[in-house]
């Protein structure tokens, strides 16, 4: 045991930890859902390279078509939920659609409003709706 454990003022601080907070964190835990996104895309090819004095640096593009693909999905304490894939880059208006459409059905009253910074106008209509 670390020395400091034995100091009174710290050994009152876990006792109200383990106690009160704890128990708390433990049932709030469950109802938590964070937002997690990330994006690729298919631009496959070098932008810059060598090449002789006076010619273009010139590559192969496959497929032809550059295109943003993005993944989000919410982490909850005991599963994903509303995984979803878009064939573009995320911007607000995706991102409300994928609350309105993928995330609320998996949600239930006991559930934590959810927070952004986003867009405010359009959580406040998800957070009204949803109670």
């Known amino acids: ?69 993005t993944f989000i999905a919410g982490l909850r304490s005991h599963s994903m939920v509303a995984p979803w894939i878009v064939n573009a880059p995320m911007n607000a208006e995706i991102f409300e659609t994928w609350i309105e459409t993928q995330l609320v059905p998996t949600l239930s009253r006991s559930d934590e409003n959810v927070e952004t910074t986003s867009r405010p106008q359009g959580m406040r209509r998800f957070r009204r709706d949803k109670l």
């Open 1 to 69: 045991m670390a020395s400091e454990q034995l100091r009174p003022e710290i050994a009152r601080a876990r006792s109200l930890w383990l106690e009160r907070r704890k128990p708390f964190f433990d049932k709030a835990l469950a109802r938590l859902t964070f937002i997690d996104e990330t994006s690729t895309n298919t631009k496959l090819t070098k932008r810059s390279g060598w090449s002789p004095k006076g010619r273009r640096y010139r590559s192969h593009a496959p497929f032809g078509s550059w295109k943003t693909q």
